[in-house]
């Protein structure tokens, strides 16, 4: 008892003087380990402690150095915005990483290559270029098919017109109305032959060399779409579906140290408030975008939508959980208000005021945290000797009974089962806040018991996106 309340006052400081009107008793805690009595009850063996004087937790110590940290709030939160995407696990920062090898390797591959209209091979390149390789193969495909459909039907064009400048004229506003309203009511390669219908008859206009221009531009789009291709196979084939399913294993990681970290806060096991709500909040702002990514993307989906759902819903889950848990102690206290501790002996108490529920909360809370850290492990980038195997179940974790002290309501109580086929049995009702050792106890409880409820519907839906991460992404 000394060296914890040596730590208290380490971190919290000596209380302040209160005036004597706001001098009043803070708490009464009673608890019966020997007899089983319920708080607030009487009965022998009942060890008593009151606490007559205010305590700050922030009085004079450490912590009233946190109330200059809104000076640095705005710089915090601009450095957040940065880099919470500056990572491989952002779908953004890999698609912009990906569209600037793309056009750095087209421009390359026009330098050294020589070809007449260099820019013709970067906008193929950025026309086909999607976020996985299959995408970029199928576009690919209807770029030239459209673009020799294009040259077909403009060499047919300009032998039949020639290349005099009236009838060019004539026909190059009906190419440039076909070229802009094809590309959004008509196929992919229906809009490439218009738009090259358009360039032979633009590109006549103004140097007359019939339709061998055609040749050229459907040589330097061959270009770029092999450039494309290249790109799109090696820098992430799979696309937005890797980075969904590495982005739900970061956001379970975080969330289960948060969570941990959220029940040692609220049960004052933690003398500050939980660093990981920062990194949660940056991993469920990846997910989302990755998820919207996901399924704007071109072609089938080989992850399950409904395992997708379970699974991003459950992470949501477990931050929100930890959220609400954090929240249930304030950083700073007002004076006069109650501390809030809840495991930590109260001054002047020789007893653990939170034991045993405090122990077992918290080993629910890490048996929690363990499980969907399992679950990252096996959502996340299979490692190379386990990519041959079969993905094992993750054992989903036993529903959290209560914990919390628990009381007896009599028959003529109104509680269910009076005088009735239970034959005056009383019901079990969880005790009044009031009269718990402390009311976090009962909340903590409640949010890991409903917690462990919905983590049991997370084992299939993880082991059917572990099996797609196996397979090898051409499958």
Known sequence: PETVSAVRREWYGQPPAAPPAAVAPRAAVTGSAATGTAPGAPGPGRATVTATAPVSPNGGGRLPSLSSAPRLAGFARATFVVTRHATVRSVWFLNSLRGAVAIAAAV????????????????????????????????????????????????ALLLGIGTAHTSLWVALPVAVAVAAYAPGTTP????????????????NLLVPVGWKVGLLRL??????????????????PRGASSVV???????????????????????????????????????????????????????????SKDDLWTLVNASSRLRLTANTLAALRQAETAHGAPVGAACLPLDGSEEYAGAPACATLRSAAAGLAGFYGQVADEVGRPARSARASEPELVRPPAII???????????????????????????????????????????????????????????????????????????
């Open 188 to 203: 992919f390669a229906v809009g490439q032959a218009a738009f090259t219908v358009t360039i032979l008859v633009l590109f």
């Open 108 to 155: 390359a591959v026009a330098d050294l290559s020589g070809v007449q209209h260099g820019f013709w091979v970067v906008l193929g390149t950025l026309s086909v270029l999607r976020t996985n390789a299959a995408g970029t193969g199928a576009t690919a495909w209807r770029a030239l098919a459209g673009t020799v459909l294009g040259f077909a039907v403009g060499a």
């Open 245 to 303: 399913a590495d982005d739900l294993a970061d956001a379970f990681r975080r969330g289960a140290d948060y969570l941990t970290q959220a029940v040692d806060w609220a049960l004052s096991e933690l003398m500050v408030p939980p660093a990981a709500a920062a990194a949660t909040v940056g991993a469920s702002i990846r997910l989302d975008d990755a998820v919207r990514g996901f399924l704007a993307e071109q072609g089938s989906k080989r992850i």
């Open 401 to 475: 009974a209560p914990v919390v002290p628990r009381q007896r309501a009599a028959a003529g109580d109104g509680a269910a089962g009076t005088d009735g086929a239970d034959g005056g049995a009383a019901a079990d009702v969880v005790a009044a806040v009031d009269q718990l050792q402390h009311p976090h106890l009962f909340w903590v409880q409640e949010h890991l018991r409903h917690l462990s409820q919905s983590a049991r519907s997370v084992s299939e839906p993880a082991r059917r996106v572990a099996e797609v991460r196996r397979r090898p992404w051409w499958r």
């Open 219 to 236: 040589e330097d789009v061959a270009i770029g779409c092999g450039v494309s291709l290249v790109v799109g196979v090696l820098f992430w």
